[in-house]
């Protein structure tokens, strides 16, 4: 399995963004060896990070799940996870990946979790405008909030998910908020596993 974060590549270069995905899909999930990821090398480890925050339990018990599937899953070949909250406002990028989740997080915790990295918040410099909590407030969250509204009754994105809106764009919205590790791999994992099951019409 390989993750990776298409953070800027989504956002501003949509073109881009369809032909790697299409890339990848096409050379059994192997990513272009001319793409750089900017999580990776701003936030070196983070996986690794995560991943021991999950029992060793639950990862057995996930593993097991996936046997029991009866999946084949070398040859459905890798799984590729791409990662970015602005995955799913470009049409012809969206339409590319064959699972399409959603987990969402507070406001505010998502602004602590910005506002925490090393060098932004309070320790920003002058001259970095994208690392501030303003930028957040203004920017970040304002265009999370425009793009994702309309899966969401109301356009709440923080509330309760339009069924049938999410089924029309092929989206997988987790339900409740700030999820933990464990709950979001859970999820996840399932999503994905039942997305490759109706691919393979089982």
């Known amino acids: 399995m390989r993750t990776i974060s298409a953070r800027s590549l989504i956002r501003f270069r949509p073109g881009m963004a369809t032909s790697t995905v299409t890339a990848v899909k096409a050379h059994g999930g192997n990513v ?3 793409f750089q990821s900017s999580q990776d090398a701003v936030y070196p480890g983070q996986e690794q990070k995560a ?3 999950v029992s060793p339990q639950l990862l057995r018990d996930l593993q097991e799940q996936v046997e029991r599937s009866g999946l084949d899953l070398a040859a459905l070949g890798r799984i590729v996870i791409v990662d970015g909250f602005l995955l799913f ?4 990028v969206r339409e590319k990946f064959d699972a399409r989740l959603l987990l969402r997080l507070k406001h505010e915790t998502a602004k602590e979790r910005r506002t925490t990295r090393p060098g932004y918040g309070k320790e920003a410099k002058p001259d970095e405008f994208w690392k501030t909590e303003d930028y957040f407030e203004k920017m970040v969250w304002r265009n ?10 109301n356009g709440e994105v923080e509330g309760k998910p339009n069924k049938q809106r999410c089924a029309q764009a092929g989206i997988v919205v987790q339900e409740g908020l700030d999820a933990s590790v464990e709950e979001a791999l859970s999820w996840a994992t399932n999503a994905i596993f039942k997305a490759l099951l109706e691919r393979v019409g089982r």
């Open 89 to 92: 406002i470009n049409e012809a």
């Open 32 to 34: 272009p060896s001319d």
């Open 144 to 153: 999370y909030v425009s793009q994702h509204s309309d899966p969401f009754e």
């Open 51 to 53: 991943i021991q925050k």
